[in-house]
């Protein structure tokens, strides 16, 4: 064997040549400041960052190819509608597939006219009411209407808002006869 002495283990787990700190460490602990949270006004700017880095287009570059955002906050992009107190806009068109996405708006008390579905139309009330077929809806009801079928005349008694799943190729038909009227 050589003749090199090992030191004994430690049992204690610390280290000898730092106990001296040990307990300064703790002292300062005990005497640190409780914490707490960020003031009023600075908790509210960094609210406001995380808000706008969770925009869309807001972090550029991070989505990948074949993501599309859009946003409903402006006030472009409203098609122009005979139809007092109802506004659709756009929100996806896929022609290959021959579905659009259409967000809808009623103002309390608009009535959107009979129609014939050219194509199967799916809904979804986002906030509000609507009365259709008989039967009152409120957020979170989803509706589906068969190629073929009528919809009798709608309304929204409080206003709501809605999406609208329909085909491409319908829709576009209906814009346009809707910009002829």
């Known amino acids: 064997m050589s003749g090199k002495k090992h030191p004994a283990p430690r049992r204690s787990g610390r280290d000898p040549a730092t106990e001296p700190f040990d307990a300064t460490a703790a002292w300062l602990a005990l005497a640190a400041p ?23 287009g807001s972090q550029p570059g991070t989505a990948g ?37 259409v967000f809808i708006e009623m103002a309390p008390g608009a009535v959107f006219p009979d129609h014939e579905h050219t194509a199967d139309e799916r809904g979804l009330v986002l906030t509000g009411d609507l009365t259709m077929a008989g039967r009152r809806l409120g957020a979170g009801d989803f509706y589906e209407a068969a190629a073929g079928t009528r919809h009798e005349r709608i309304t929204s008694r409080s206003g709501c808002t809605g999406l609208l799943w329909v085909g491409a190729r319908a829709w576009r038909e209906w814009r346009e006869k809707v910009a002829a009227a």
């Not at 122009?80 to 068109?93: I, N, T």
Request: aromatic share 4%; proline share 8%; no cysteine.
């Open 34 to 56: 409780v914490g707490r949270g960020p003031s009023p006004r600075v908790k509210a700017a960094l609210l406001d960052r995380v808000r706008a880095a969770k925009r869309p």
């Open 65 to 101: 190819a074949g993501w599309q955002f859009s946003s409903l906050a402006g006030e472009g992009g409203w098609l122009d509608l005979p139809l007092p107190g109802v506004r659709m806009r756009e929100v996806s068109v896929d022609d290959a597939r021959d579905t659009a996405l």
